[in-house]
């Protein structure tokens, strides 16, 4: 197997850092300092930083460099508002075309979810991925490429905002997620979309409980 070119190995790299918390928002980020830390040169930093600029991780910062994009309660709510408009759909279309094979993979996440309750961030990413496998099953590339950029970013939440960490490992979470697994199974599209309506709302309950603004799509 061909390894991977090192930009793009240089850019999974830097976004997962980015994604994680370990480059904070509002960081700058120069070059060369990116280039010494991996061991490259600034040529293949210069590829990347221009890709994650494109796809909003970074802002390009005249005669500076670039900065990791700022989070804070706005972003987040806009993020939840484009998940509202989409998951509902996703899950109403992976209920009507989802095979067991798809049922027994979302199982398995969510089995993998109800172990690690006891650490929020290893939850946050089986909930993850749970979501990302109902929107791969909806079947509609356009609408799951919008919703992994949006779970990308709710993980960024997760890790730089710890206020929200605490859904993660709630008993109504892992219900939730099994009410819509069950939905799904039954071929139910509806009551699936239902399901994931109601479970972004709690999500959203508790962002606002950490000074998250309500409205709009949520009411």
Same mark, same amino acid.
């Given at each position: 197997? &061909? ?9 999974? =790299? ?16 120069? !070059? ?20 994650? =600029?494109? !796809? /909003? ?6 005669? &500076? ?24 759909? =996703? ?38 991925? *749970? ?8 079947? +509609?590339?356009?609408? *799951? ?55 972004? &709302?709690?999500? +959203? ?6 000074? *998250?603004?309500? /409205? /709009?799509?949520?009411?």
């Amino acid at each position: 197997m &061909k390894q991977p070119a090192l930009s793009e190995r240089l850019r999974t =790299a830097i976004r997962g850092k980015i994604l994680r918390g370990e480059y904070q928002p509002g960081r700058l980020v120069i !070059e060369s300092d990116l280039a010494e830390e991996f061991g490259v040169s600034k040529t293949p930093v210069r590829e990347v930083l221009q890709l994650l =600029a494109a !796809e /909003g991780l970074v802002t390009v910062l005249s005669k &500076k460099g670039y900065m990791v994009r700022t989070m804070d309660f706005e972003d987040v709510r806009q993020i939840m508002d484009v998940r509202m408009l989409l998951e509902p759909y =996703a899950a109403d279309a992976a209920a009507r075309t989802g095979t067991e094979s798809v049922v027994a993979q979302l199982r398995e996440i969510l089995d993998r979810q109800r172990k690690l309750q006891d650490q929020p961030l290893e939850a946050m990413a089986a909930a993850q991925q *749970f979501h990302t496998e109902v929107a791969l099953a909806a079947g +509609n590339q356009r609408v *799951f490429e919008m919703l992994s950029k949006m779970f990308d970013e709710t993980a960024r939440a997760h890790h730089v905002l710890p206020a929200m960490q605490r859904y993660m490992s709630s008993d109504q979470e892992q219900a939730e997620h099994d009410a819509i697994l069950a939905a799904i199974e039954a071929g139910d599209g509806l009551e699936a979309a239902e399901r994931m309506r109601q479970h972004l &709302k709690s999500i +959203n309950v508790e962002m606002r409980s950490a000074a *998250f603004g309500s /409205g /709009g799509l949520w009411d």
